[in-house]
C-alpha cells in the first residue's frame, strides 16, 4: 500500500515552513529539524517563531483567533451567545461581540453592543471601544472616528495603544491624511511594538513626505538593531515590512 494523504501533507507542510524561513531571514538552523523532523520541528518552529509574532499587534491577534476559529468555529461563539442570553450583562456582550467580530459578524456585534451600552454602560470605554472595531471591520472609517472622538470624550482618562492606532487608521481610510500623521505621530511614540511606527511613516510616505519617511523608516530599522532579541523577532513581521519601503524611498 501507498503510503497516506497526511504523510504527503506533513511533508508538504514542512516545505512551506522551509520556505518560509528563508523568506523571512530566520535563523536557517531550523531547516534541519523542519526537514529531518517533520511533525514535531514544524510545531516548535510554529510556536517559537510564528506565533509569539503574531500576538504582539491587533492585526496578529485577530489573525490569531481566526485560527483558533478554523479549528473549532462554532463551540466559543455557541457558548458566549448562550452567557449573553441567559445573562446580558456587560461582561458577556463584550465576550459575544468580540467572537462576533471575530467571526465576520460585525454588524450583529454592533446590534449586541447597542443592547449593552445602555444607563451606566451607555459611554462605558472597552465596550464603545469594541463598537469602534466593529464599525472599522465593516469598512465605515467616518463612524470609527465618531465613536472614537465621544469615547476620549466621555472618557477622558481612558487609555489605549490599540484604540488610538485605531483612530489614525480610521482617520487615514476617512481621508484626512494630515490628521492621521498626527496621530500616528503620537502613538507611535508609546505603542508596544512597532506597527505603529511602520504605519506613521508608510502614511508620510502615501502623503508625498518620502524625505520624512525614508527617515523614520531608517530610524525605526536602527533602533530595532540595538532593541532586545526578543523585540526583534516578536516585530519581524513590521520591521522587514519597514525595511522593504526603506529600499523602495531610496
Given at each position: 500500500?501507498?503510503?497516506?494523504?497526511?504523510?504527503?501533507?506533513?511533508?508538504?507542510?514542512q516545505?512551506?515552513?522551509?520556505?518560509?524561513?528563508?523568506?523571512?531571514?530566520?535563523?536557517?538552523?531550523?531547516?534541519?529539524p523542519?526537514?529531518?523532523?517533520?511533525?514535531f520541528?514544524?510545531?516548535?518552529?510554529?510556536?517559537?517563531?510564528?506565533?509569539?509574532?503574531?500576538?504582539?499587534?491587533?492585526?496578529?491577534?485577530?489573525?490569531?483567533?481566526?485560527?483558533?476559529?478554523?479549528?473549532?468555529?462554532?463551540?466559543?461563539?455557541r457558548?458566549?451567545?448562550?452567557?449573553?442570553?441567559?445573562?446580558?450583562?456587560?461582561?458577556n456582550?463584550?465576550?459575544?461581540?468580540?467572537?462576533?467580530?471575530?467571526?465576520?459578524?460585525?454588524?450583529?456585534?454592533?446590534?449586541?453592543?447597542?443592547?449593552?451600552?445602555?444607563?451606566?454602560?451607555?459611554?462605558?470605554?472597552n465596550?464603545?471601544?469594541?463598537?469602534a472595531?466593529?464599525?472599522?471591520?465593516?469598512?465605515?472609517?467616518?463612524?470609527?472616528?465618531?465613536?472614537?472622538?465621544?469615547?476620549?470624550?466621555?472618557?477622558?482618562?481612558f487609555?489605549?495603544?490599540?484604540?488610538?492606532?485605531?483612530?489614525?487608521?480610521?482617520?487615514?481610510?476617512?481621508?484626512?491624511?494630515?490628521?492621521?500623521?498626527?496621530?500616528?505621530?503620537?502613538?507611535?511614540a508609546?505603542?508596544?511594538?512597532?506597527?505603529?511606527?511602520?504605519?506613521?511613516?508608510?502614511?508620510?510616505?502615501?502623503?508625498?513626505?518620502?524625505?520624512?519617511?525614508a527617515?523614520?523608516?531608517a530610524?525605526m530599522?536602527?533602533?530595532?538593531?540595538?532593541?532586545?532579541?526578543?523585540?526583534?523577532?516578536?516585530?519581524?513581521?513590521?520591521?522587514?515590512?519597514?525595511?522593504?519601503?526603506?529600499?523602495?524611498?531610496?
Amino acid at each position: 500500500m501507498g503510503r497516506p494523504i497526511s504523510y504527503y501533507l506533513v511533508y508538504f507542510i514542512q516545505i512551506l515552513l522551509v520556505i518560509h524561513v528563508i523568506r523571512t531571514g530566520r535563523n536557517r538552523l531550523w531547516i534541519w529539524p523542519l526537514i529531518f523532523i517533520p511533525l514535531f520541528g514544524g510545531i516548535a518552529y510554529v510556536l517559537i517563531e510564528i506565533l509569539p509574532e503574531l500576538g504582539n499587534s491587533m492585526t496578529g491577534r485577530k489573525t490569531l483567533r481566526g485560527v483558533r476559529r478554523a479549528v473549532n468555529p462554532l463551540g466559543d461563539l455557541r457558548r458566549l451567545q448562550n452567557d449573553w442570553e441567559r445573562s446580558p450583562n456587560a461582561d458577556n456582550a463584550r465576550h459575544y461581540a468580540q467572537a462576533l467580530i471575530d467571526s465576520g459578524k460585525s454588524e450583529e456585534a454592533e446590534k449586541i453592543l447597542d443592547q449593552a451600552m445602555t444607563g451606566l454602560f451607555r459611554t462605558e470605554p472597552n465596550l464603545m471601544l469594541m463598537k469602534a472595531q466593529a464599525e472599522f471591520s465593516e469598512d465605515n472609517a467616518s463612524r470609527t472616528v465618531e465613536t472614537l472622538e465621544a469615547l476620549k470624550q466621555e472618557n477622558p482618562d481612558f487609555k489605549s495603544p490599540d484604540g488610538h492606532l485605531l483612530l489614525a487608521r480610521a482617520l487615514e481610510a476617512s481621508g484626512r491624511i494630515e490628521e492621521s500623521i498626527k496621530e500616528y505621530a503620537a502613538v507611535s511614540a508609546y505603542f508596544p511594538g512597532a506597527e505603529a511606527r511602520y504605519r506613521y511613516a508608510l502614511a508620510l510616505s502615501n502623503a508625498g513626505h518620502r524625505e520624512q519617511a525614508a527617515e523614520e523608516f531608517a530610524q525605526m530599522t536602527k533602533d530595532a538593531r540595538l532593541a532586545p532579541r526578543h523585540f526583534q523577532k516578536s516585530q519581524r513581521y513590521w520591521l522587514k515590512l519597514a525595511a522593504e519601503q526603506l529600499r523602495q524611498l531610496r
